[in-house]
């Protein structure tokens, strides 16, 4: 059975700091891009960063300087560290894993996602 569960969300002050994780299980996490995605209330859930197999990442560009993705293929996890966060953070996070090859995808998994809230 595939899981992945995202923890690290919550309520911080604008400027501060969070550091999302996801936990995967019941996948071969290291062929797996990983994603974060979030949805702010009454938006559409949009891309926020991605970590390829070998570890090459990419960032929405409202996000870049702010934050980093990374992964443990070890502990089968991947990280979000968010910095300088402002009220327009607010969203509930997700983590994808998604295995392509080539335009084929041929496994997408989402969590349930969690929630983080920054006050002005």
């Avoid at 996801?22 to 071969?28: E, L």
Wanted: aromatic share 10%; net charge positive; proline share 2%.
């Amino acid at each position: 059975q595939v899981q992945l569960v995202e923890s690290g969300g919550g309520l911080v002050q604008a400027g501060g700091s969070l550091r999302l994780s996801c936990a995967a299980s019941g996948i071969a996490f290291s062929i797996f891009a990983m994603d974060w995605y979030r949805q702010a209330p009454g938006k559409q859930r949009e891309f926020v960063a991605h970590i390829t197999s070998g570890g090459n990442t990419n960032y929405t560009d409202s996000v870049k300087g702010r934050f980093t993705i990374s992964r443990d293929n070890a502990k089968k996890t991947v990280n979000l560290q968010m910095n300088s966060l402002s009220p327009e953070d607010t969203a509930v996070y997700y983590c994808n894993a998604r295995w392509s090859r080539g335009p084929a995808i041929l496994a997408d998994y989402w969590g349930l996602g969690t929630q983080v809230t920054v006050s002005s």
